[in-house]
């Protein structure tokens, strides 16, 4: 008795104990990318209702995840701060209740213990769960795992059972999982695709499902209407089906497998092997494999139109539904023929064999550049520690440590806001305009100069996942190669740019800075002909008591189109095709004019709008 038992938590506890194993690198990650911009959060919170700005207002291509990137992050920073594990643990604890969950669904769906063991096995593998298990950012992916599998769960249990409460408990993780990630909403698409092949009786019952679905997609286009551009472009076309083939392939074998035809070989005989498997047992009137099929393709279709932003972890969910039929194939192969069972062993070793070492190699990557942002971002608070109110100026930062760690303005979760990198750093970093300019990140070499000569600010050279402090050896190559000349782009907020603003700025309050009814800034002018001056701010509710506001925008004397600031509490960006006469201008004078201002409760100042940067390029 006491073996059986033995035995039984074995069952349960060797996948997480493997998918440990698996991802050990992802346990020790530390944070990088978007993580900075979930963390930044608590930043901005001194309400209630900045708290519920925080978890609902549209962020990220106009995403709204309240539960797995919002609510995760803040409450995570308040009590742990930049400590990593716990976030962590978070993460690896949500991906072993998956498990239990998958193993559970795919016992009931197949009869096979053997099936459900080898399910979670099969998914572990797979190489998409690398960046989920080592990236915090997504988490998404991992809760929206647990909402649908939960729900999905429930659903086993009401068809098997026919008790109320489990179709109230889908109900309600279903609901739940609108807060993990927009692809909660085709559960709805899998319980009816369920129903259908195995359970039609029920069928009907899932019909309200869609409802919950649609009105959540009204609401959410309400709120935040998509704009696709850049990487996340639309391209419906055929283009389609090469996606769909890449990330079936990659499920079936490993992301970015070399050689390419070693993948597409692998995928090939399994794609036969389970599709003969499915064929076969849809002959016999047994249709669950067909929908194992369908739960990757209803998964897997919202991304196939970004074809320039394919992404292994997309495949993570939708790989579910193959990890099952796989391990179905797999546990009805061990029963028949000695054939079968050769070949059921030796397609699921080259599948292990393909994807294992990839899983583990893109989990360490991860866990590295993390290491490599947190030295970065440990090495600035410290020299922001030991020289406030300094500029640092970072030299040496590679594009991963860029796209990675400065883009998402770490610095700032440490208490150093003046961080930028030296001049000339920009020809060192791959530019990916489709995220932003690298541009925006480095100090213009004139104010760097002046900021040298005053003692203003120090050069740090990025060394492995430390800085060195190379003021002393890097000033006379600064002097030598650094131009004095005009900035064509500034960030109002930075004390470090006061010299280029007008006498009617306001002082800096936090992470931004007031103008009145008209403000001036001197920049750098344009130096060929259809280059653009660029503006960003912020508009807060209380200008819009009248309806939108008229901004003007003149550059020396040259009054450009007026635009409408027409969104309260948004960041607005204009863009202004600067007159051709201004070209070789060694300094233009831009003017900026909002048509009336307000004044908030004990204050004597007119307020006219938040700004933001200011560039020509």
């Known amino acids: 008795m006491g073996f059986s038992r033995v035995l039984r938590a074995g069952y349960w506890i060797a996948p997480p104990l493997f998918c440990l194993f698996v991802y050990w690198f992802g346990l020790k990650a530390w944070f ?152 909660n909403v085709l559960y709805p698409v899998l319980a009816a695709g369920y129903a259908l092949c195995c359970a039609r009786s029920c069928f009907r019952k899932t019909l309200p499902l ?109 790989a579910l539904g193959l990890a099952m039929l796989a391990a179905w194939a797999f546990s009805w192969a061990l029963r028949g023929p000695r054939r079968f069972k050769i070949a059921a062993v030796l397609l699921a ?57 400065v883009f998402h303005k770490p610095f700032r979760l440490v208490g150093a806001r003046s961080v930028f990198l030296a001049p000339g750093s920009e020809a060192g970093i791959e530019p990916h305009p489709e995220f932003g300019n690298v541009s925006d990140f480095v100090l213009p070499p004139g104010v760097a100069l002046k900021a040298i000569e005053k003692a203003q600010a120090l050069i740090y050279a990025v060394a492995g996942d430390r800085l060195w402090n190379v003021t002393s050896v890097y000033a006379d190559f600064a002097k030598s190669e650094w131009s004095d000349e005009e900035p064509r782009q500034i960030d109002a907020a930075q004390p470090i740019f006061a010299p280029h603003l007008g006498p009617t700025w306001y002082a800096i309050q936090g992470r931004h800075r007031w103008m009145p009814k008209l403000a001036t800034v001197q920049l750098g002018g344009p130096r060929r002909a259809g280059e653009k001056l660029y503006l960003s701010g912020y508009c807060p509710a209380s200008q819009f008591g009248h309806g939108p506001v ?31 006469d201004l070209v070789g201008k060694k300094s233009v004078l831009v003017t900026v004019e909002v048509d009336r201002t307000f004044r908030v409760p004990d204050e004597d100042r007119d307020l006219g709008a938040v700004f933001g940067t200011f560039a020509i390029r």
């Open 349 to 405: 070793g080259a599948y292990l064999a393909a994807s294992l070492p990839v899983a583990r190699s893109s989990s360490h990557w991860n866990y590295y550049r993390s290491r490599m942002v947190r030295g970065l971002v440990r090495g600035v608070a410290r020299a922001h520690q030991l020289h406030p109110g300094k500029v640092i100026l970072l030299v040496g930062v590679d594009s991963d440590l860029f796209w990675a760690g």
């Open 32 to 183: 990088q990318q978007d993580d900075f911009a979930w963390l930044s959060l608590r930043l901005e919170i001194t309400t209630w209702q900045d708290f519920l700005q925080a978890l609902f207002w549209p962020k990220a291509q106009g995403t709204i995840r309240p539960l797995s990137e919002r609510l995760f992050f803040i409450v995570f920073w308040s009590l742990f701060g930049l400590d990593a594990l716990p976030f962590r643990i978070w993460v690896f604890l949500t991906q072993f209740a998956n498990l239990a969950l998958l193993t559970a669904i795919t016992v009931r769906l197949t009869g096979s213990r053997v099936a459900g063991f080898c399910a979670a096995i099969f998914w572990i593998a797979n190489s998409g769960l690398a960046k989920v298990m080592s990236w915090t950012s997504a988490y998404n992916q991992a809760l929206c795992g647990f909402f649908l599998l939960s729900s999905f769960f429930l659903l086993l249990r009401y068809v098997e059972t026919g008790k109320r409460r489990y179709w109230v408990g889908q109900w309600i993780t279903f609901l739940l999982g609108f807060g993990a990630l927009e692809l």
């Open 210 to 318: 869609f409802v919950a679905s649609a009105l959540y997609l009204l609401v959410r286009h309400w709120a935040a209407p998509i704009s696709p551009a850049g990487a996340y472009s639309l391209y419906l076309d055929r283009s389609l089906l090469a996606t769909l083939a890449n990330y079936w392939a990659w499920t079936l074998t490993a992301a970015f497998l070399r050689p390419a035809w070693l993948m597409w070989a692998l995928a090939s005989l399994l794609t036969l092997a389970l599709g003969a498997f499915a064929f076969s047992q849809a002959r016999r009137g047994q249709w669950g494999p067909v929908f194992l099929l369908g739960w990757f393709l209803v998964l897997i279709a919202p991304v196939l139109p970004f074809r320039a932003h394919l992404t292994e972890y997309y495949a993570s969910l939708p």
């Open 550 to 580: 008229k901004m003007t925008v003149s550059v020396d004397g040259r009054v450009l189109p007026p635009v409408l600031l027409s969104r309260p509490d948004s960041r607005f960006d204009f863009t202004f095709l600067l007159p051709a």
